[in-house]
Structure formats: structure tokens, C-alpha cells
């Protein structure tokens, strides 16, 4: 019987991942954007886009299927290594039909000719995430491994980008080992996946009957990635490799504030589906409420935060070339709260309780109005126009998911603090302006809005009576006093 490890503990390890890997793109885009040029990162973020549609095909959805199957199976060893065998076997076929298709379009489509050393470099993290197993180690929640393996090859992999990453021309070289930080760390998972599951040779192996759930939630994984992914690919093609730089620096920070409020979903998806597999639904609703707070009380401000910030973030971490970029970080503010609320409806509600059709719907949706709104806009107005229409993709989305979530949960229960975030978020603008004043250096002038401003944020929260920032406070209350009792024992 596996031992039910701390949520607290498993939230820990996989902020320490989250972080490293939000430090990491920071520190290297920052480099990079300076080194390569609006170019540069144009072609290197418009090949791994391409591979992005390939490793789709390679995955057929595993990531979330894996996660949900392994924590229900987490306690039988001999049923969990029977799963993830067969899954092996699917992914192995897959990547297969992924590296032919890849192939075909290579040689099809005659614009990607010249991204081909690029194409076939990330290429290589099609075959590195199958055999990696990542839903394995979320499934088991072994958080702790994965946050030591992360860390450890992020950071060889920034001493190699000092050495190896020097000019413009150095694209080849920081491609290599982009991939390789993202994805080399799957071969010790491989490795490592001993020490939880075994070949058994005469048991029979029953790989159809996953094919049905796999391919609903690959439908669902495709429809994501259009509306995530096709903004790239469309500006690529349309305008080119310095449209789609300046869009990279757009984006780029947005995505990763949204990588740290995700690291508690990764979290909540094994538990979530272990105790709906229990039936335990009171725990499962509490967790969920949870989930949702934790995205309003972090993404609000953020996002109003960002808005006023675009320039100066634009500058500090892509330098003078990528300042026109601002406009587009502007645009797309709105998606630091739109997509994790999406997020948080689809993979840590919906997943879970099996209800995959639904999640299809609202993608579905996404990735029509991402396709229909990329089509007019970018031809017109390039980076900014893809802006707008990741935002109305997304906020489509997340109407979807509201209409979605309520069969199953008190909708209005989810948002009845809400508001609190908003008010205690408004004085941000204000901070903003009255320090902007004080004539600092644009990194001094940051630093000092990001502090001011989340003291009198939470401040406020605590004023209103906001009950999970009180719960947080009385229990960091709790453990001081509990130490000073032990201390004068």
C-alpha cells in the first residue's frame, strides 16, 4: 500500500520545478533575445511550433490519460506496470506515425526546407517524451525527483549556453541545448521507471482498450494546441521570423507567470483522481474550490500588474530590439487569468471525473475562434492582431468552461470571493504611477511596485476578510507559537 504523500510537501517540490523552470526561460530568453536577435528567436520558436503538432500525434493524449490511470493504480503494483507497459507499446507506434508524417511534411511543404537542421534538432523531443514517462512520476507524485532531475539539467544546460552561445549565428548550438535542458532529463526517467514498474512477459498486454479514451483526450490535445500553438505557426508563415520574435517576447512572460500558478494543478490531478476513485467527493470539492482561489488571488493582480509593467519587462528581459513588443504584452494581459481558470476547469475538474467530451467542446471552440481571428488579424496587423485573438480565444474558452463546471459544482460558490481579489488589486495602478515618479532605474522602479504592491494587496485581502489568506496567516500564527512553546520546553 503507497503511502498518501503531503499535498503541502507535493506542492513544495513541484514549485521548486516551477520556479527553475520560470528562471531558466527567463535567464536564457533574456541572453538569447540580446545574442540571436528578433530573428533568431523568430526561427527557433516557429520550428518548435512545427515539432509541437508532431509530438501531439507522438503523445496521443498520454500526459493527461497517464496521470489519471497511474494515481489509481498507484497502490497494485502489478496492474501499474501492466498499464504503463501498454502504454509504451501505444507511444511506441505513435512516434513512429509521428517521425513518417514529419517526414512527408518536410518534404510537402517547401517554406520549411530551410528550417530543417532546426526541425530535426526539436524533433528530438518527440522521442524523449515518450519514452519519459512524465504522467508516471505525477501520477505517483514524485515530486521530489522531479524537481532534483529538473534542476540539475537546467542548470548544466545554462553553463553550456555561457560557452557555446556567443553570436547571432550560435541558433543551431542554443536549439540543442534548449531541447536538451526541456527534455534530456526523460532518459533518466526511463532509466529510473524500474524501480515502480516491470516486464512481465506472460501477462497478455490489452493495448485497444485504451485507444478510445487516448484518442478523446488526443482530440482535446490537438484543439488546445491550435489555439495555443497555431498563433506562432500562422505568424511564421504570414510574416515572417521577426514577427513572430517580437510575439515571442510577448508572450514569453505571460506564459510564465501562468507556468507558476499551474504548479499547484499538477499537483491536485493525481489527488483529485485518487479520491474521485474513492468517491470521496466532499474532499474533491473542497480541493477544487481551493484550486480556484489560489488561481484568483494570484492571477488578478498579475495580470494588472503586467498591463502596467509591459514596457519596462519587455526591456529587461529582451532588450531595445523587442520594445515594440509591448503593444502585444498589452493585448494579452488578460489571458494571465483566462487561461489557469480554463486550465483549472478542464484538467483538475473535468479529467479527473472522466468527462472528456466536455473539455472537447470548450477547445473546440477555442481553436475555431483562435483560427477564424488569426486569419483576419495577422495579416493586418502581425503580432498584435495575434494578440487579440489569443485573447478572444481564450476568453471563449473559459465561458465554455464556466457553462461546463456548473453541471457539477456551485458556480457561484467558486466565485463568491472573487470580487475581494479585484478591490484589493485596484491601488496597483496607482503604486504604479506615484513610483514611476520617483525617476528610479526601470529594475529599482519594478522591484519597488512588485513589493509595495503585494503588501498592500494582501493587506487589503486581510482587511476584507478575505478566508484563505486569514486560514494561511492563522496557520503560519499557529506554527510560530507552537515553535515558541517547544523553545521554552
Known amino acids: 500500500m503507497a503511502r498518501e504523500k503531503s499535498l503541502l510537501q507535493n506542492y513544495i517540490f513541484n514549485l521548486i520545478k516551477t520556479l527553475n523552470s520560470i528562471l531558466f526561460p527567463i535567464i536564457t530568453f533574456t541572453y538569447s533575445a540580446r545574442i540571436l536577435g528578433v530573428v533568431g528567436v523568430g526561427k527557433i520558436n516557429f520550428a518548435k511550433s512545427i515539432i509541437s503538432y508532431f509530438t501531439l500525434i507522438a503523445m496521443l493524449g498520454m500526459n493527461y490519460y497517464g496521470t489519471r490511470e497511474v494515481a489509481k493504480r498507484r497502490d497494485d503494483r502489478e496492474k501499474l506496470s501492466k498499464f504503463c507497459v501498454e502504454m509504451l507499446i501505444i507511444n511506441g507506434c505513435t512516434t513512429l506515425l509521428a517521425y513518417v508524417l514529419l517526414a512527408v511534411v518536410m518534404i510537402l511543404v517547401l517554406p520549411l526546407r530551410e528550417y530543417g537542421t532546426l526541425l530535426m534538432i526539436c524533433s528530438a523531443s518527440i522521442v524523449l517524451q515518450g519514452m519519459g514517462m512524465e504522467w508516471l512520476y505525477q501520477g505517483l507524485e514524485e515530486y521530489r525527483y522531479i524537481a532534483l532531475r529538473s534542476v540539475f539539467f537546467q542548470v548544466g544546460a545554462l553553463i553550456a549556453m555561457l560557452f557555446w552561445v556567443r553570436d547571432e549565428s550560435d541558433v543551431i548550438p542554443y536549439t540543442i541545448i534548449t ?30 482498450k485504451h485507444l478510445k479514451p487516448l484518442l478523446w ?87 494588472i500588474g ?38 483549472i476547469t478542464n484538467q483538475q475538474t473535468l479529467i479527473p471525473m472522466g468527462k472528456e467530451k466536455l473539455i472537447l467542446i470548450s477547445t473546440c471552440v477555442g481553436a475555431i475562434t483562435n483560427f477564424t481571428l488569426n486569419s483576419i488579424l495577422i495579416p493586418r496587423y502581425a503580432q498584435n492582431g495575434a494578440a487579440v485573438g489569443t485573447v478572444l480565444a481564450e476568453a471563449a474558452v473559459a465561458v465554455v468552461c464556466m457553462f461546463n463546471v456548473r453541471r457539477y459544482f456551485d458556480i457561484k460558490d467558486i466565485f ?9 488589486a485596484l491601488p496597483i495602478p ?25 503588501i498592500a494587496y494582501f493587506v487589503i485581502l486581510m482587511l476584507i476578510g478575505n478566508p484563505y489568506i486569514r486560514e494561511v496567516f492563522a496557520a503560519i500564527h499557529d506554527r510560530v507559537a507552537k515553535r515558541k512553546e517547544q523553545s521554552r520546553q
Open 306 to 343: 503586467l498591463f502596467m509593467l509591459s514596457d519596462d519587462i519587455i526591456f529587461l528581459f529582451s532588450g531595445s530590439k523587442f520594445v515594440i513588443a509591448s503593444q502585444a504584452m498589452k493585448i494579452m494581459t488578460p489571458i494571465v487569468i483566462l487561461i489557469p481558470f480554463s486550465v
Open 179 to 208: 531541447v536538451m535542458a526541456s527534455h534530456g532529463s526523460y532518459i533518466l526517467n526511463f532509466i529510473n521507471a524500474r524501480e515502480y514498474i516491470y516486464l512481465n512477459r506472460n501477462i497478455h498486454y490489452e493495448v485497444g
Open 416 to 424: 463568491r470571493t472573487i470580487w475581494q481579489y479585484f478591490i484589493a
Open 217 to 303: 483526450l488526443f482530440a482535446m490535445a490537438v484543439s488546445i494546441e491550435l489555439y495555443t500553438v497555431l498563433d506562432t505557426t500562422m505568424l511564421g508563415f504570414s510574416k515572417g521570423d521577426s514577427a513572430v520574435g517580437l510575439y515571442t517576447a510577448a508572450i514569453k512572460v505571460e506564459r510564465m507567470i501562468n507556468t507558476l500558478i499551474f504548479s499547484i494543478n499538477v499537483v491536485l490531478m493525481p489527488r483529485l483522481s485518487f479520491y474521485i476513485g474513492r468517491s470521496e467527493m466532499k474532499k474533491t470539492t473542497e480541493l477544487i474550490k481551493i484550486a480556484y482561489n489560489y488561481v484568483f488571488l494570484l492571477s488578478i493582480p498579475a495580470a
Open 430 to 454: 496607482v503604486i504604479v504611477i506615484m513610483i514611476s515618479r520617483w525617476k528610479l532605474h526601470y529594475v529599482i522602479n519594478m522591484v519597488c511596485v512588485i513589493i509595495i504592491s503585494a
